[in-house]
Structure formats: C-alpha cells, structure tokens
C-alpha cells in the first residue's frame, strides 16, 4: 500500500520561505513521477510542479515558476519542495502525490497525501 506524508507546512509572511517534504512509502519510489499541488478555500486543486522519475526533469505552472523548485530524492523515498518569494496567494493546502506519467494533470495522479497547510500573511 502506497502512503504519501508531507511536512513542513507552517505560517510565514509574505517574502518568506519554506520546504515541503514528502515521504513516500512505496516499494519502487524510483518507478513514480511526483508531483505537488495546492487547493486554496472555495478553489478547486491546482498543479504547483512536477519531477520525473530519474529528477532530472521538473515542471512548473507560470504562477510559481521561478519562485518554487521540486527536487526528489530517491535513495530516501522523498520529494520536497522548496518555495521562496512566498506571496498571500500561495496560502492552501499543499498535497503531494504519485503517478506514471509526468504530467501536470490531476487525473494522471494515482497516489496522494493528506496535505499541508502553507499560510502566508501579507
């Protein structure tokens, strides 16, 4: 059974920083794309990045690219997500999740984690 745990979620004014970890507890975490998304109150989920398999591949929507970098460990089954310039609008529920393909599509996604709050404040 695949379990998704992220961390690291907290309160921080605008301009700040935070990391996000994700620890994955899956048998072949080498074998899954992760990816990251966020769901704000009254919003629906949206994508926030994307890494392959091997990490040498990530991909951001215009809203944080620049500002958030995905990175993936595979030796120690965690993808992180380190975000900077930390503005109100980026406040949500932060979700991690698994799939097959890397893609920016809820849908794609098999696995997912319980979430994290990220609150900024202006």
């Known amino acids: 059974q695949v379990q998704l745990v992220e961390s690291g979620g907290g309160f921080v004014q605008a301009g700040g920083s935070l990391r996000l970890s994700c620890a994955a507890s899956?048998?072949?975490?080498?074998?899954?794309?992760m990816g990251w998304f966020r769901q704000a109150p009254g919003k629906e989920r949206e994508f926030v990045a994307t890494i392959n398999k091997s990490g040498y591949y990530t991909y951001y929507p215009d809203s944080v690219k620049g500002r958030f970098t995905i990175s993936r460990d595979n030796a120690k089954n965690t993808v992180y997500l380190q975000m900077n310039s930390l503005k109100p609008e980026d406040t949500a529920v932060y979700y991690c999740?698994?799939?097959?393909?890397?893609?920016?599509?809820?849908?794609?996604?098999?696995?997912w984690g319980q979430g994290t709050q990220v609150t900024v404040s202006s």
């Open positions: 999740a698994a799939g097959p393909v890397t893609t920016s599509r809820i849908t794609d996604y098999n696995y």
């Open positions: 899956i048998r072949t975490f080498s074998n899954y794309v």
